[in-house]
């Protein structure tokens, strides 16, 4: 089975501290990608990634970047957090873009 | 910019009944892909059903079937013979050429027993 974690399900972080989220894949997926989730929001795509040190903006890429050096792990940083990005974030991998995308089970992130 | 709507933020439906949840979406690409993606409470999301645009011949998994109307930009996904494991937050997704999905805002299904 494919599995994909997130390093924490839960995170508080006050304003402006730097914040890093971290997202494992174990099946060799090309393929990684960060969301945001919000309420009546849906799905949003923050940033995704094709390939090691590769990264694409997605729809809301505004005050986060991506860090990816290894193929199985890709993170999302947080530069100066805002309380508007508080949210459920959530990591996804798939071996194409047009294949299935294996979700993570999320971190929720309280920024005070 | 493409755009997903799904117009009913909850439905409910008897156990062993169907029901058929709408997404309509907006774009100028001829070739894309589609997808519902289901949420159980507290749950990994997981794919449901995925439709390449290019296939008239609607896809089915089971239980789930879409309705794939291309010049009507609407993709539904009915739910045959519901069960209690079906109550979920169902997301309809846009895979654009350029490798951008976009999601709707999502139904919350409720079965009811």
């Known amino acids: 089975d494919v599995k994909v974690t997130q390093s924490s399900r839960y995170l508080v972080k006050r304003t402006g501290e730097k914040v890093f989220l971290e997202c494992v894949q174990d099946?060799?997926?090309?393929?990684m990608f960060w969301y945001r989730q919000d309420p009546g929001l849906g799905l949003r795509l923050i940033y995704f990634?094709?390939?090691?040190?590769?990264?694409e903006k997605g729809d809301i890429p505004e005050g986060y970047s991506v860090s990816r050096e290894k193929k199985e792990r890709f993170s999302l940083i947080l530069e100066s957090a805002s309380t508007n990005q508080t949210s459920m974030y959530l990591c996804?991998?798939?071996?194409?873009?047009?294949?299935?995308?294996?979700f993570g089970p999320g971190t929720r992130l309280t920024v005070t | 910019a493409q755009t997903v709507t799904q117009s009913q933020p909850e439905m409910s439906v008897q156990e062993a009944e169907t029901v058929t949840l709408s997404c309509t979406y907006d774009?100028?690409?001829?070739?894309?892909?589609l997808f519902w993606y289901k949420q159980p409470p507290s749950r990994q999301m997981i794919l449901v059903i995925r439709?390449?645009?290019?296939?008239?011949q609607n896809a089915t998994e089971n239980r789930f079937s879409v309705n794939f109307q291309k010049a009507a930009k609407s993709f539904s996904l009915k739910i045959s013979d519901s069960q209690l494991g079906d109550a979920a937050m169902y997301f309809c997704?846009?895979?654009?050429?350029?490798?951008?999905?976009?999601f709707g805002t999502g139904t919350s299904l409720t079965v009811i027993p």
């Open positions: 997704a846009f895979l654009s050429t350029g490798n951008q999905f976009y």
């Open positions: 774009t100028s690409e001829s070739d894309y892909y």
């Open positions: 099946m060799d997926h090309e393929n």
């Open positions: 439709q390449e645009a290019y296939k008239q």
């Open positions: 990634s094709y390939d090691v040190k590769m990264k």
């Open positions: 996804a991998s798939s071996f194409l873009p047009a294949y299935e995308q294996y």
